[in-house]
Every structure is written in C-alpha cells, then in structure tokens.
C-alpha cells in the first residue's frame, strides 16, 4: 500500500485552540470534542501547515497507509 505523509496529533499535548484548523488551506482537519483530528486523509496535501501551526507543538507528520 502506498504511503503517504499525514498530520498525526498528539491527543494529551493539544489544547484545543483549533490554529491548525484555521491554517490548514485544504480544510481537512476538525475539531471532535476539544481535541483536533484529521477527518480527511485524503483531501490533504501533505503541506504541514498545520505542523507550523501549533503553539504546542502537538503535531507531527507520519508517513501512514494512503
Ligand atoms: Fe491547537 Fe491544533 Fe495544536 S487545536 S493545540 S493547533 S493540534
């Protein structure tokens, strides 16, 4: 299976301010609950503006099963 670099979000560092939903071009991360997550794997590019994003450093890109 192909592999493709994706945004993966540490639950237990993010504290939810949502800056990586705003920065990402493609809209394909969300808020669920006060956590953010990645609600369409393949809508994204792969930019890592989301990774730029976050004040606390929660995500990290990861090369996962396209
Ligand atoms: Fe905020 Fe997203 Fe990080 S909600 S804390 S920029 S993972």
New binding site residues.
Partial sequence: MPKKSLPK?DNDT????????SACPVSVLEMDGDK?VLKDAAGCTSCGACVD????S??AMEDRDA
């Fill in positions: 979000i993010c504290i939810g301010c949502s800056a990586c939903i953010a994003s976050c004040p606390v929660a995500i």
